[in-house]
């Protein structure tokens, strides 16, 4: 089976809040790209972006808001082509339209566990609005025009989660891998970091989408049959 991963879009309403960073008509032909050369299109959470409105706490508002941004991406992603799996900044989505937290799919005898990974951050995890509550500060210093400030607390947040590429040093992978073998999936997909990367864990393989906001376009392919797994950071 083939099958692509994106995530991290965090499509929102137009503005200097929004992080998406692409022209929809762009992305669009990107999204026909995908649906011409895989199977499935799993969407891995963080897609809309709910929790950047000008006021707090309105999450179902703001996932109406971004989608009526960009309908046509919007209408697209509801076809059966799609596979929506939420994140922690698009969580009003498991409420709202059903999106599971995780995705299992076998095929070709390979055993795939798809999750955000958000599932693995303290923060989120015991003090959920405060981490909603950073997000939202987050949103205006942007529209204060502090791009810079905004991008070094970035860098200390993930400095704090200790996410990087070496699989051995890496607690998010550690963290992924445990949660595969819970499951007997052989393989596990995450986004939430924003770091595309492919990692052996032994038997196991970690693999994490990056991102497609702020102007990137990264995803990964699966292919069960041929046994390929690869990160893209272009199409």
């Not at 200790?162 to 963290?175: E, I, M, V």
Request: charged content about 25%; aromatic content about 8%; proline content about 4%.
């Amino acid at each position: 089976m083939k099958i692509a991963v994106i995530s991290d879009l965090h499509l929102g309403p137009t503005g200097v809040a929004d992080l998406f960073g692409h022209d929809d008509s762009e992305f669009l032909r990107f999204l026909k790209f995908l649906e011409r050369n895989f199977e499935k299109v799993v969407l891995l959470g963080d897609i809309w972006e709910t929790l950047t409105g000008r006021l707090p706490g309105r999450p179902e508002r703001e996932l109406e808001s971004a989608r009526q941004s960009h309908p046509e991406i919007a209408r697209i992603f509801s076809s059966p082509k799609y596979a929506y799996v939420h994140g922690n900044h698009d969580l009003v989505a498991g409420v709202v339209e059903n999106a599971p937290d995780e995705l299992s799919i076998e095929a070709d005898g390979v055993r795939l566990l798809f999750t955000h990974g958000h599932q693995n951050d303290p923060i989120v995890r015991r003090a959920r609005w405060a981490s909603e509550l950073g997000v939202w500060l987050g949103a205006w210093i942007r529209r204060f025009g502090l791009g810079s400030l905004y991008r070094a607390i970035g860098r200390m947040d993930m400095l704090r989660d200790g996410t990087q590429n070496d699989p051995s040093a890496c607690p998010f992978q550690r963290w992924a891998v445990e949660v595969a073998k819970l499951k007997s999936a052989d393989v596990v997909v995450t986004g939430h970091t924003h770091l595309a990367l492919r990692a052996e864990h032994g038997s196991r393989l970690f693999l994490n989408s990056g991102s497609c906001a702020e102007g990137q376009t990264t995803f990964l392919s699966i292919d069960t049959r041929a046994g390929a797994y690869a990160v893209h950071k272009s199409w």
